[in-house]
């Protein structure tokens, strides 16, 4: 946790040795001041179902994933790569 460069993590995040992944978002979600006694975080996400929805989402935010995967743009090379003809 707290590995941007220049962002003003509080020192209890910063200092946290927390390691983020889909059991400590859910963690973090539902209770940030109880994960982590001291931390910025205003607010919780006491909806289980809005938790699961934020952590599918940051999901998709991950280098490698398919929805961060930029498709080619259509265009005549790629239309004959899917086996159509080209215009």
């Known amino acids: 946790a707290a590995a ?31 994960l982590v006694p001291g931390a910025a975080m205003p607010m919780a996400v006491p909806d289980a179902a809005a938790r699961r929805d934020i952590i599918a989402y940051l999901k998709t935010l991950q280098p490698g994933s398919a929805a961060s995967t930029p498709s080619a743009p259509p265009g005549p090379a790629n239309a004959q790569k899917a086996g159509q003809p080209a215009g």
């Open 4 to 34: 941007v460069p220049g962002y003003p993590y509080s020192a209890a995040l910063a200092h946290s040795g927390l390691v983020w992944d889909e059991a400590t978002l859910e963690r973090w979600l539902a209770g940030p001041q109880n």
